[in-house]
Structure formats: C-alpha cells, structure tokens
C-alpha cells in the first residue's frame, strides 16, 4: 500500500557528539521524564508535600521502571526457536543490556515503578494516596513524549493501511514484519501518545472539578484510562506473535487493568460517600 501523504520515516535515529553516539529513542524518553518530575514536583508542594520527597521518589520510579520494563521485555524473548526474524535472549545475553536498540515492555515498567516508589514511600512514612493524587497526569505525559522514540526506531507500527496519516518505514524493518518495503502502516506509536495527551488533558479536569472524593483515585483513573486505550492501540499492532482467544498478551493486560482500575474506583468512591461525616 502506498499513501500520498504518510508520514515518511524518520530522517535519523540519532547522531554524533564527539565520542557519543546519542540515540533519539533514549532523548525522547529522557526528555519525558523530565517533564513529567517538574509536573509531579509541582502538584506535590500544591498538596502540601516536599519537593525533596517528589524528587526522589520520582528518580527511583524511573530506576525501577527501566528495571522493570526490562526484565517484561526480556522474560518472554529469553527463550525460543531461533528464526530470521527473532534471536531468543538466550544466544545474545549481552544485548540484554543494550537498552539503547528499544525493548522496553510498558506494564512491567509500570509495575517496577510501582514497587520501587510504595517501598520509598511506606519507609519513610509518606501519605501514598496524596502522592498517587499528584503523580496521576505525570506518568501519561511521560509517555506521551517518550512514545515518540518508537517512531525513531521504526519499530510499534500497527497492520497495513491506506490512510492519509499512514506511516512508511525503511526497507529493513518492513521486511521484518513480513511486508513489502512500500506497505504503509498505523502509526500505533503515535495513537497511544495521543490517547495519552487526553489522558493527561482528562485527569486534570477531573482534578480541578474536584469530582473524586477518594485518596489515590486520580492515579486509578490513569490506570482505566491507560488500560482502555492501550487495549485498542495493541488490538492494531503486528509485531505480537502469541495471541490468546485473538488477543495477544498484552492485550489481555490492559483490558484486566481497565476492569480493575473500574470496579476499584467505583468501590472506593462509594465507600467514601457512604461514609458518615463526624
């Protein structure tokens, strides 16, 4: 499939800086969460909380994130029958490390930050729900920017498509996809930034209106949010082999994190309006 005006493929991946080799894919997602510790830092000291303490816990979730996202990416490619379009972990240990080629696998990133930030916070006795409050829009706009990278990697792109906004990748990488190096695709990547800027845009209004009486609710609601569009954002994909009833791992993952994320804020939000006032 060919588009008159698709989005052509990235005119770099990176470039040289003396010794240095900076990768865009790795700028990106500095460059998000950057943005997304000044947000956090900010709605933290509104709600009464020390910019020290945001700092830290915000530098030990992205620690425990990358750790996190990872290991998600690597666990499931570890082992495996080698193909001309996959190398398992296991015959190339070293590029586990090398973080800089892509690899990194959201929801265990999400979970490794999780962990890394409620240990930080339950040891030196900080409120998480005021914390979970103030983090909730960060975290989106983190990836939002950071989705980006994906486009300099050419990698994430969705099925085949004719579409005005449709995206051309390089010969390469559409060959490892099992298509002809003139197929335009989704630009899934660039959806689930999108959907992402909404969800900051949305958890913001919520906030302002003051609609949600529970601690910790805005930060579910960006639980719901993430779940419900990174489900239809994955349901495009082609990059994900293993499929489970139609729908691949990842899929199943968000649509559990958007059923719980619902029914947690539901019962929670009941729970604190039937709570009789003193």
């Known amino acids: 499939m060919f588009s008159i005006a698709a989005i052509p493929p990235p005119p770099f991946s990176g470039f040289e800086l003396g010794p240095f080799a900076p990768r865009m894919y790795g700028i990106v997602i500095a460059l998000g969460a950057l943005f997304a510790l000044q947000l956090l830092s900010r709605r933290y000291m509104a709600r009464g909380g020390d910019a020290r303490t945001a700092e830290q816990a915000g530098l030990l979730a992205l620690a425990g994130g990358f750790l996190g996202a990872r290991i998600g990416y690597v666990i499931p490619r570890f082992f495996g029958e080698e193909t001309a379009s996959f190398v398992p972990f296991s015959a190339r240990p070293l590029e586990i490390f090398a973080l800089w080629q892509g690899g990194l696998a959201f929801f265990g990133g999400l979970t490794g930050g999780i962990l890394a930030v409620f240990v930080y916070l339950w ?4 409120p998480i729900g005021t914390f979970a409050d103030a983090v909730a829009p960060a975290l989106p706009l983190a990836q ?3 989705r980006t990278g994906n486009y300099f990697n050419q990698e994430l792109f969705g099925r085949p498509t004719d579409v005005w ?3 051309q990748v390089d010969a390469g990488p559409a060959a490892r996809a099992g ?3 003139d197929t335009t695709f989704h630009p899934t990547f660039l959806y689930e930034s999108l959907w992402n800027v909404m969800l900051v845009g949305l958890i913001l209004w919520i906030d302002k209106r003051g609609w949600l009486q529970s601690r910790g609710a805005l930060f579910i609601v960006y639980l719901g949010g993430y779940g419900a569009g990174r489900g239809w954002v994955e349901a495009l994909r ?5 499929r489970y009833i139609g729908l691949s791992r990842n899929n199943w993952i968000a649509l559990a994190v958007f059923v719980a994320a619902t029914v947690t804020l539901i019962v929670r939000e009941r729970a604190v309006r039937n709570t009789p006032k003193a």
């Open 179 to 181: 298509y002809p190096n």
């Open 238 to 242: 082609v990059d994900t082999v293993e």
């Open 165 to 167: 906004w449709a995206l």
């Open 144 to 146: 939002a920017i950071g």
């Open 123 to 126: 040891r030196t006795g900080t």
